[in-house]
């Protein structure tokens, strides 16, 4: 079925108020799919009518799949009786989750109908921090004593578990209450009805504090291959689980703000299609204002540089300028592109800056070398082609300019030849320089910035262009200027 | 316990022949983290020890964990007999995975000593092509016919679940072997005995082909929250499926491509640091290349506009071109960058066109708004301060040029305020003209190339660049031609 056609059934369905098949739907459409057709519907009567008469199992996971829109005026639509139905088949992360984008009466709503110990749940989770562990794990876990009983452990899952976000990891703890070890389903269901967790348990679990970064989080779990994760608070003690499943989004999450970044647009808090134009702006603007102030220093450079006697008796030498500038911001961006997601995937840390320093010097000589090589040819070409217009290489002919092509054998002797070739040499040098100068900038300034617990992938890179924009024109001037000296040309 | 003294202790108890702290690290410590200590050792007697005296149970999983340079040591250094063992432990797309980089000698004696079952699953995992479902899946699941009974289904996971890749998701085949839905764990666990799958399964189940890419397996994983997914052959029979684990890593794996094309890096087979430093170049230098080459239309435009009589007569137009070259590249950037995740992610695919169209074009029109008055403003502080030398806004003093400050008075009236002002507008028109095409044309090219099934993060940005470059420069001289005829200031 193609998600139109199920758009359609479920609307229809709901107008004409069909339960059955609108019951034999949710029972096999996934949720998503289903909030996705409901997204779009504008009457409250309608977006309402299956809160009420689908079994609440299937409503909860629905309303967290809603967008926040939909979800304000579902609990304005609802009684108190059906909001705590709704809420108590919900998962306080999710509710939290939702809660988060929606206005505050809604929030008060919300907390006065629900259950204590839901409230509490909600409560704690809204405290912590955005992006910490402790704002995504969930507090609905099975924590047993490690001195139960396989058997007596299956017994309470199965009158337990219907409330837990996994019954695929059990969190064992002793007489203290510390977190000692974790025990899958799969082990529990292998081993024999009279063993204690405490024989089968694994002790070689992975957790982490409710302050941890979720970016760390995630890492964890890429690593050690989780399924869940114990967050534990201060004390050691478990105050919440993680599950795969929240992670897969951070992981999505935390690399589209990795290429947000690296892309200079402010991280996004909704969905690209959520977010409305002028909020995008808003993320757009400000960065290309820094950009913009941050390259004055590039405008300066140039503008006393295209003056200097050498430039504007050689005008063919600003042609090359924009290429210069490109290619040191091409070479350096790859290397820090590389950089900020080693950091962030953790593969490695400021710790292997010599490491990754040697490494990337070395690259840095064979990318320049193979780049500057190449440059002094194409530029050549440019040059003998009337690509770029180097007046030396051009005579007057029947009152017009015309190029002194390969075959009049004049260029490639004497005087024209030796200018061109200088004028190429002067460019391609200037670009060895750029590149390795972009490439080893490229690798100190993420890892330095990450050194000091700042985003890399923010401050880097506009750093980087502008660094190495200044310092290509002077050693471009400059060059230009020893040239000329050495050879006598100009 | 710091990694640096995980591996010490790895070390000692190894030398030392230590078996029972051996298998004391072995039950606690992560085999990641075991793998790492043993991947810089050299020496094969100390390497293959942990193979010969620790249960099979722990080193399969730590052989796949290894480094193909150590698997290789190892596997040339254990007896057959000890080898059968080894790929009995473990699993059948490990195993592909590891063979993928070992010589051809190594893959022929694995094959010659490994199991008939064993051997067919990893040869026709070996003939599936990279990054499709097929290539990930494993082939050890559990498969069971939906009139089976609760009971008897709990029993045969028991006896044979150790072998399976996961225990959690169990799928269900009719009489016709055809695959009708999946049973998970604990849903089994809360159902009565005497119920069969059939009554229990969800019908609603999210399956994948052998072909299908692993990035569109990865974002149905996510979409869907799933554990566990099916793989079906061109029959709708299942021959495999895919676990979550295996999906974290492959959306850590598109992240990275997509930042690496966004930064004109050819992806990397390896990790970073894996990669030694003359591949390195080879990712790094064509793309630079092509880059170059691409520019060569900046560069001929730029060439052509700096001889033009109006840029000859005010230089300081020339100053502002790094500006707005950056800038058009920045917001293109920006747009290219949302546009490339958001296909990544199947957040929207090149259906949502004229969506996203509608939508960027207002967000153009914002952000060149914005930023086309900053940069009026801006340009007109770079002038009055002397940053770029409007030589109209000089004049000369005790024999040396200074600025005509606005304390003067003269810079505010007459020909000098209305020359500053014109410079600006013509360049801030530029700017406005230049965001709004850049911006444009970053939502066509990505998803036009989409549409045509090409990758849209290599192909789109370099073609943005050349595109807003060369129509950017057009038009600023066409805006400074217009504008000295208009004014009549030049």
Redesign the interface.
């Known amino acids: 079925m193609s998600e139109i056609q199920v758009k359609d059934l479920i609307i229809s369905a709901i107008k004409n108020k069909k339960v059955a098949v609108l019951k034999e739907i949710f029972?096999?459409?996934?949720t998503?799919d289903i909030a996705e057709a409901l997204d779009d519907v504008e009457d409250v009567s309608l977006l309402i009518y299956p809160f009420r008469v689908i079994s609440s199992e299937y409503t909860g996971e629905l309303f967290a799949e809603l967008s926040s829109e939909q979800q304000e005026k579902i609990i304005n639509a609802l009684t108190d009786k059906d909001l705590i139905k709704l809420l108590e088949e919900s998962y306080a992360d999710d509710i939290v989750d939702s809660l988060q984008d929606l206005p505050a009466n809604i929030v008060s709503r919300v907390l006065r109908v629900a259950p204590t110990d839901l409230r509490k749940d909600i409560n704690q989770l809204l405290n912590y921090a955005e992006n910490t562990a402790g704002s995504i794990m969930t507090t609905e876990f099975i924590e047993m004593k490690n001195t139960v009983h396989v058997k007596d452990a299956?017994a309470q899952?199965?009158e337990k578990?219907?409330d837990a976000e996994t019954?695929?990891t059990i969190f064992v703890r002793d007489a203290k209450r510390n977190f000692v070890g974790t025990v899958s389903?799969?082990d529990l269901?292998?081993a024999k009805d009279d063993e204690t967790l405490e024989d089968i348990m694994d002790?070689?679990f992975?957790s982490c504090h409710v302050n941890d970064d979720q970016e760390d989080v995630a890492n964890k779990?890429?690593?050690?291959?989780l399924?869940a994760m114990a967050v534990l608070n201060k004390e050691d003690k478990i105050v919440g689980i993680i599950t795969?499943?929240d992670?897969?989004?951070i992981?999505?999450e935390e690399?589209?703000e990795?290429?947000?970044a690296?892309?200079?647009?402010a991280p996004l808090e909704d969905?690209?299609?959520d977010t409305?134009?002028?909020r995008?702006?808003v993320k757009?603007?400000p960065?290309?204002?820094i950009?913009?102030?941050l390259?004055?220093f590039?405008?300066?450079a140039?503008?006393?540089i295209?003056?200097s006697p050498i430039f504007t008796a050689i005008?063919?030498l600003?042609?090359?300028?924009?290429?210069l500038?490109?290619?040191g911001g091409?070479?350096g961006?790859?290397t820090?592109?590389?950089m900020?997601?080693?950091l962030g995937?953790k593969?490695?840390s400021p710790k292997?800056f010599w490491?990754?320093l040697g490494?990337?010097a070395?690259?840095a000589v064979?990318?320049s070398a193979?780049?500057a090589l190449?440059?002094f040819l194409?530029f050549t070409i440019?040059q003998y082609t009337g690509?770029?217009?180097n007046e030396n290489l051009f005579v007057e002919m029947n009152g017009t300019m015309v190029a002194r092509t390969v075959w009049n054998g004049q260029c490639w002797t004497g005087e024209f030849a030796a200018h061109t070739l200088t004028i190429s040499g002067i460019v391609a040098v200037t670009l060895f320089i750029g590149?390795f100068l972009a490439k080893s900038v490229a690798v100190m300034l993420p890892l330095g910035v990450a050194a000091l617990k700042k985003d890399p992938a923010i401050v880097a890179q506009p750093i980087l262009?502008t660094i190495v924009?200044v310092v290509s024109l002077i050693v471009y001037l400059g060059i230009a200027v020893a040239a000329s000296k050495m050879f006598g040309l100009f």
Chains 1, 2 share one sequence.
């Not at 029972?27 to 996934?30: A, Q, S, Y």
């Not at 779990?221 to 291959?225: A, E, L, P, V």
Request: with cysteine.
């Open positions: 029972e096999t459409v996934p998503i299956i899952i199965r578990g219907k019954v695929y389903l799969d269901i292998f002790r070689d992975v779990f890429k690593r050690y291959d399924n795969i499943d992670v897969v989004d992981i999505v690399a589209n990795d290429v947000a690296l892309s200079h647009v969905s690209y299609l409305p134009a002028w995008m702006a757009c603007v960065w290309i204002i950009l913009i102030i390259g004055t590039t405008t300066m140039l503008d006393r295209e003056k005008p063919v600003i042609s090359f300028v924009p290429t500038m490109d290619t091409n070479t961006g790859q820090i592109a590389l900020i997601r080693g995937t593969e490695f292997d490491k990754i490494k990337e070395l690259t064979l990318v193979c780049i190449f440059g194409w440019e690509i770029v217009t590149s262009t924009d």
